[in-house]
Structure formats: structure tokens, C-alpha cells
């Protein structure tokens, strides 16, 4: 039993690590080099969060984006305005520009460079990006360590519980062999 829980806390180790990396990446990339999406090995995700792209897209859906070398008409990319990260279908691509839009959209956008594109859609995940905005939020960043420091601490006190019970328990043994 002990060593599958030491199993299961190098697991909930390495996922902790995992979003606190992720969060610092971000984080930097986000407020010292201005990129809304940093894509670290090319990859990125984002999350729906408005029904521009229905019934593709739904709100809360989860996108995993792939950059790549080129993009093509009908490809449900991900590019950054400003600010702002928008998930639209390609609709005409006239060498370094794109017009894209938005599915459940009636005008297109405005035209975008080729390189605001971040990426295309390789696969979306409905319903899962509420969980990642959580997570995002102060809120769900301080709840995650907190809950990290629980899980690694409990079992250490509950072991420092068990060694002051056995040290109270010898000690009474050795009064017990002096009274006699």
C-alpha cells in the first residue's frame, strides 16, 4: 500500500509541476513579450468563449492547436488581435493575408496577417476549457497549491502522528520496567 501511495504522490507531484510551469511560462510570455498564446513545442490550447463558431465550437470547448508551415481555406485556426485570441475558419488565404470568420457569423473579419495566425485546431475537447479558466484564475491557482501543500503534507503529519504515538507508547513501557 505505501507503494502505490509514494506512486501516486510522484504522479500528483509531476502534474502540479506540470500547470505551475505552465502558469510561469505563460505568465512571462504573456506580460514580457506581449504573446497571448506562448506555444511551447508548437503546441498551444485556447478555449471557446463565444459562440462565434457553433455548432463546431461551443463555449467552454477546449481547442489544441498545432502552428504550422502554412494554412489552407476551411482551416479553424486560432490568431491573435491585439489583445485578444480569436478561433475563426479560414475562408480565403491571399498570400501573407487571411480572411477569416466566424461559423454562426454573417460577415467575415477583418483581414488578418499570416502571422497573427498562431495555429490550426487539431482537435477540440468540448466542455473541458471551463476547468482550464479555473485553473487560470487566481482563484483556481491558489486552490491547486493549496491543495498540492494538503496532499503533501497530510501524509507526513499523519507518520509524525504515528511516531509520537510510538514514542509515547515506549516511554510508558520503559516507566513500566523501572517500577518493577
Given at each position: 500500500?505505501?507503494?502505490?501511495?509514494?506512486?501516486?504522490?510522484?504522479?500528483?507531484?509531476?502534474?502540479?509541476?506540470?500547470?505551475?510551469g505552465?502558469?510561469?511560462?505563460?505568465?512571462?510570455?504573456?506580460?514580457?513579450?506581449?504573446?497571448?498564446?506562448?506555444?511551447?513545442?508548437?503546441?498551444?490550447?485556447?478555449?471557446?468563449?463565444?459562440?462565434?463558431?457553433?455548432?463546431?465550437?461551443?463555449?467552454?470547448?477546449?481547442?489544441?492547436?498545432?502552428?504550422?508551415?502554412s494554412?489552407?481555406?476551411?482551416?479553424?485556426?486560432?490568431?491573435?488581435?491585439?489583445?485578444?485570441?480569436?478561433i475563426h475558419?479560414?475562408?480565403?488565404?491571399?498570400?501573407?493575408?487571411?480572411?477569416?470568420?466566424?461559423?454562426?457569423?454573417?460577415?467575415?473579419?477583418?483581414?488578418?496577417?499570416?502571422?497573427?495566425?498562431?495555429?490550426?485546431?487539431?482537435?477540440?475537447?468540448?466542455?473541458?476549457?471551463?476547468?482550464?479558466?479555473?485553473?487560470?484564475?487566481?482563484?483556481?491557482?491558489?486552490?491547486?497549491?493549496?491543495?498540492?501543500?494538503?496532499?503533501?503534507?497530510?501524509?507526513?503529519?499523519?507518520?509524525?502522528?504515528?511516531?509520537?504515538?510510538e514514542?509515547?507508547?515506549?516511554?510508558?513501557?520503559?516507566?513500566?520496567?523501572?517500577?518493577?
Open positions: 500500500m505505501n507503494k502505490c501511495r509514494f506512486i501516486a504522490r510522484i504522479i500528483l507531484f509531476v502534474v502540479i509541476s506540470i500547470i505551475i505552465l502558469k510561469l511560462y505563460s505568465w512571462n510570455a504573456r506580460t514580457l513579450i506581449g504573446n497571448k498564446m506562448p506555444m511551447p513545442f508548437g503546441y498551444g490550447f485556447s478555449v471557446v468563449l463565444s459562440g462565434s463558431m457553433e455548432p463546431e465550437l461551443k463555449v467552454n470547448d477546449l481547442v489544441i492547436i498545432k502552428k504550422q508551415k494554412y489552407q481555406s476551411n482551416d479553424i485556426i486560432v490568431y491573435q488581435d491585439d489583445n485578444l485570441l480569436v475558419r479560414i475562408i480565403e488565404i491571399n498570400g501573407e493575408t487571411a480572411i477569416t470568420k466566424g461559423d454562426a457569423n454573417e460577415v467575415n473579419d477583418p483581414e488578418i496577417s499570416t502571422t497573427q495566425i498562431k495555429g490550426k485546431m487539431v482537435m477540440h475537447i468540448p466542455f473541458i476549457g471551463c476547468i482550464v479558466q479555473f485553473i487560470k484564475s487566481t482563484i483556481g491557482t491558489v486552490l491547486v497549491l493549496l491543495g498540492a501543500v494538503i496532499l503533501f503534507e497530510l501524509p507526513y503529519v499523519r507518520e509524525k502522528r504515528k511516531t509520537i504515538s514514542q509515547e507508547r515506549i516511554k510508558e513501557e520503559i516507566r513500566r520496567l523501572k517500577d518493577e
